[in-house]
């Protein structure tokens, strides 16, 4: 674990940061020289009194996280260990569920220390490291995790820019390693997940409820569109549920074999599905020349996305992204409306919700609102974690 060095806190930042709020930014240090990713600091105010303690990591976002707000606490594996356990004691009743098996067992600054997560996939678990900072506590993490938890095996995932390329051994931690795809459930049903290939690992956790609803309440007798598809997690719910045709549309090669998996594996004949892969934009293109309807359409890209012919930033093209999707969409059917972005909120997408229908000249009503599951645990002084917004919304007449 790195040294301790004094940095003083701007004092535009300090009653934030006094008050719990978890980010450093770049300005809100001053005169910081240059540091070893990693190293702890004792943030203090102008007239030297101490603050909080947190450490250096470079992140997409900010230069590091605020760990803790008490003077005599140090932060050392006993911290981390306290830590850990409370994210676990709050899971429980994942663990004990024999339904679900894929969780978030630990939410970086929702459970106290940023930079890093844990997921939970049948007896195997997954770190991720987001900066280079918080790798540097990694003995003391994997050793606290170890200590606290029966486990198969632990894989990581290094989120951080780094030199070279993607090595499959890097991401093998401790235990036995797990045979591939390793199969989870989620409320009944079953997912393949590669730990081994890259940072995606077959399924987004956070969609879970989601996923839940659109099979109990919203799927049956459905034609459902199925739009960056991914591997089908949302198409495999709704057929579940009893959609009567699910169409799937995603770029990426790989997405056809694996939905393909993932339907067989839940004993879902894929050939009675579509699962096409091609760009959204286009398919929707052809969808209106074809004149075809969904009653279901889901809509969950990424923040951003570059094809060949498209950039597409939720923050900018996610209003123009919901018109092509009114078009194709009955009347009375749901459009299901999700983001991960973190630069807008939930007020902004309604927005861009209520813009896209009066453009289109169309009627809607809000049915059902989400944001992050509780395994994603977010703190009140961090609005932005809680990034995921979702909307089901009716096309009404
Ligand atoms: N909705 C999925 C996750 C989406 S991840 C789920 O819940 O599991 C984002 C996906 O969008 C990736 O699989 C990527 O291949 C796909 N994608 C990105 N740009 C695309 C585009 N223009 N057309 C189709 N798919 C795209």
Redesign the pocket.
Known sequence: MGKEVNVTLNSKVLGKIKKGYPLLMKDSVTKMGNLEEGTILRLTDQQKQFVARGYYGKQNKGIGWVVSWKEKETINQAFIERKLKAAIQQRLHFYQSEDTTAFRVFNGEGDGFGGFTIDYFNGYYLIQWYSKGIYQFKEEIIASLKKLVDYKGIYQKKRFAQEGKYVEEDDFVAGKKAEFPLLVKENGVQFAIYLNEGA?VG??LD?REV?KLIRDKYANGKRVL?????????SVFAASGGASHTTS????NR?LSKTIENFSINGIDYEAQDIIV????N?FKFARKKELKFDMV?L???SF???KK?T?SAAKDYKDLLKDTIAITEDNGVIVA?TNCSTFDMKKFKGFIDTAFKESNGRYKLMEEFSLPEDFKTINQFKQGDYLKVVFIKKIK
């Open positions: 995606m399924v987004f969609q996923r199925n739009t960056f598809s991914y591997t089908g997690a949302f549309v995603d770029l990426a997405s091609e760009d959204v934009f398919y889901v969950d890209p990424p996305a570059r094809s498209h597409f999700s």
